[in-house]
């Protein structure tokens, strides 16, 4: 066990998939939800898993034993508000963060980002050049500089990488681990979704 929280951000409306993302079945597993697989995967990680969820009516779909429901302070911002509120309703000094339409997320690919080391730099793997600022660890250090960059206007966690401290995974260390790096793989549409069974 870890000390580390596992935060899942379930805040967005899921306006391309037409339905809530979180409560879709897993492709080649329809008998547990996005959400419930998330958070089954990470509790075996992590000290304690908290969704965060957009409001108290959205918050009320999600009832997962063991697993703590918090909702964003401000609805409707964006991710970087689901970031900033799940590492403020934390206690333990580091949070993996991971939105809710990545299904595929690897133990393999958790184990090794956990083992990393653990200070006040972000974590954050990167795939075909691109920082995965929503499968990383924030370490809950940077709140004051997500609260400014919310206050400034910048509610995409990847303004964060211009403030912070960071580590980055390169994608052939996680190509090691994940060889399909299919631990990013998210779904936004439909089709997307479909496409998987």
Do not use: W
Not at 26 to 38: A, D, G, Q, R, S
Not at 58 to 83: C, E, H, K
Not at 173 to 193: A, G, I, K
């Amino acid at each position: 066990m870890f000390p580390v929280v596992g935060i899942i951000l379930v805040g967005g409306r899921s306006k391309r998939m037409g339905k809530d993302k979180a409560l879709l079945p897993l492709p080649h597993n329809e008998k547990i939800t996005f959400v419930e697989h998330l958070s089954s995967l990470l509790s075996t990680y992590c000290s304690e898993v908290i969704l965060v969820a957009r409001d108290a009516d959205s918050a009320a779909a999600y009832t997962l034993p063991g697993v703590r429901v918090v909702t964003d302070q401000v609805p409707d911002i964006g991710p970087l508000m689901g970031v900033y509120s799940g590492l403020n309703a934390m206690r333990a000094s580091h949070a993996l963060i991971t939105a809710v339409d990545m299904p595929f997320v690897q133990p393999a690919l958790i184990s090794f980002l956990l083992s990393q080391p653990l200070d006040d730099a972000l974590v954050v793997p990167v795939v075909q050049d691109t920082p995965q600022v929503l499968l990383a660890i924030y370490p809950r250090t940077v709140l004051f500089l997500v609260e400014q960059q919310l206050r400034a206007g910048r509610p995409d966690p990847r303004s964060l990488l211009d403030v912070a401290r960071v580590r980055y995974i390169e994608e052939a260390q996680l190509r090691e681990v994940d060889p399909q790096l299919r631990s990013f793989v998210n779904m936004n549409t439909l089709q997307e979704y479909l496409s998987r069974y």
